[in-house]
């Protein structure tokens, strides 16, 4: 551990193992883009990462370690001690760009992880920073990748022709010079497919999931969290019960059960089994929001001669807008991406939803990139969703998490 605690040691360790993460990070990138072969070099990797540590270290000022690591990183991808391997068609100008990628980030992350990092011994709290610092800069690239390069494969192959992936299934370059072109796959799932019909499906579907859901677990975390009534702290740590059993495990019941109803293969038997599973989950983020309101706000509209109704609809609800929209944002992704269900009651494609249509492309004789196409229509306007309203989904999450 002593060894571990001089500068130069834990300096030159976490620029070697940064500068790996880097090659293999602009590797990856590169080979998606250009369909050429790039991978890191260990020995290229240990050098500049030594180097560009140590210069970190030593020299403080950003700017000149910016500068000095892309003249280090260029100069490297030109000679066999590059942190990069490179395919023999690889171009001037790619190595180029290697080069600058690669001492770049290296350098420019390095000078923060490293900026209290001095040559001598280092005491406790630096070397501890340094650390975090450099297993922080490590969480962010691989969460990033592991989100990034699925859903980057996933487009670039919606957009790609049968032969282009029967001729290389790996190259995840397109040809821009094809113009509209590029989307017919999205094309022809509109037009051929039906999927116009399964989004607005799959919309309403989650609408009304969004609203039973509300209706029904408003006024019952309410009463969890204000009123007082035998069994109330049984049922409030309770409510989340209904996860400990998998739903595969009811899938049969409620097939037999739905099939003999006659409400299989309908929509009003997904909207009533979807906000089964999305009530409870309302019922226990609601709850700890309502008990963190202030009550005297409550009382004062009871002692004005408002009902109990009253004071949810015209003092509760009101001040609860951040939970109702993140718990209406957490449920609308629920039912907009459930698949169980859908793909157990639906049989009829007129009435399937999206995640049942995209079910339906995967198969010998649909193309591939026709599934990867709706994979995309599947995710995008979650996602778009999901960022626009964000900001409301956190405030929901922790304003209730002080109090009760």
């Known amino acids: 551990m002593n060894i571990l605690r001089q500068g130069t040691v834990i300096s030159s ?3 070697i193992f940064w500068v790996f993460i880097v090659a293999v990070t602009v590797a990856i990138c590169l080979s998606f883009s250009t369909g050429l072969a790039f991978k ?8 500049l990462g030594l180097v560009s540590a140590l210069m970190c270290v030593v020299y403080k000022k950003p700017v000149v370690l910016y500068i000095v690591g892309i003249l280090l990183g260029t100069g490297m991808a030109f000679t066999p001690l590059s942190p990069l391997l490179m395919a023999a068609e690889v171009t001037p100008l790619l190595r180029l760009l290697s080069g600058v990628l690669t001492g770049l980030a290296s350098v420019a992350a390095l000078q923060k992880m490293l900026q209290e990092v001095e040559v001598g011994f280092l005491t406790r709290h630096v070397f501890e920073e340094a650390i975090i610092r450099f297993l922080t800069g490590f969480g962010y690239v691989f969460f990033t990748a592991i989100v990034l390069i699925p859903f980057y494969v996933m487009v670039m192959t919606s957009l790609k022709s049968q032969q282009e992936l029967l001729q290389n299934p790996l190259d995840f ?5 094809q113009g509209l072109d590029l989307f017919r796959s999205y094309i022809e799932l509109f037009a051929n497919f039906n999927f116009g019909g399964y989004l607005l499906t799959s919309f309403g579907v989650s609408v009304l999931t969004v609203f039973i859901t509300l209706l029904f677990s408003v006024p019952g ?9 035998k069994g109330q702290a049984v049922f409030s740590r309770s409510i989340l019960l209904i996860y400990m059993v998998p739903m595969i495990v009811l899938a049969l019941p409620i097939y037999i059960a739905f099939s003999m109803a006659g ?11 979807y906000p089964v599973t999305t009530i409870p989950v309302a019922l226990y983020m609601l709850q700890g929001y309502f008990r963190g309101l202030p009550v005297e706000v409550e009382e004062a509209g009871l002692m004005d001669g408002l009902s109990r109704l009253k004071v949810i609809w015209k003092i509760t609800l009101p001040l609860s807008v951040p939970a109702l929209v993140s718990v209406s944002l957490y449920v609308f992704m629920i039912a907009w ?5 859908a793909f157990m009651l639906l049989d009829d494609p007129s009435k399937f939803t999206l995640t049942r249509g995209v079910a339906m492309l995967n198969s010998s004789e649909i193309p591939r990139q ?6 995309v229509i599947a995710t995008i306007p979650i996602m778009c969703l999901f960022l626009g309203l964000e900001r409301f989904m956190t405030k929901g999450l922790t304003a209730g998490s002080v109090k009760g």
């Open 40 to 47: 890191p070099a260990l020995l290229g990797c240990l050098l």
């Open 337 to 341: 991406n459930e698949f169980l269900i």
């Open 13 to 15: 360790l976490i620029g």
């Open 221 to 229: 975390a309410y009463a969890v969290a204000r009123l007082r009534f």
């Open 370 to 375: 026709h599934l990867m196409a709706g994979a």
């Open 263 to 273: 409400l299989r293969n309908t929509i009003l038997g997904i909207v009533l089994v």
């Open 173 to 177: 370059t397109i040809d821009l010079s």
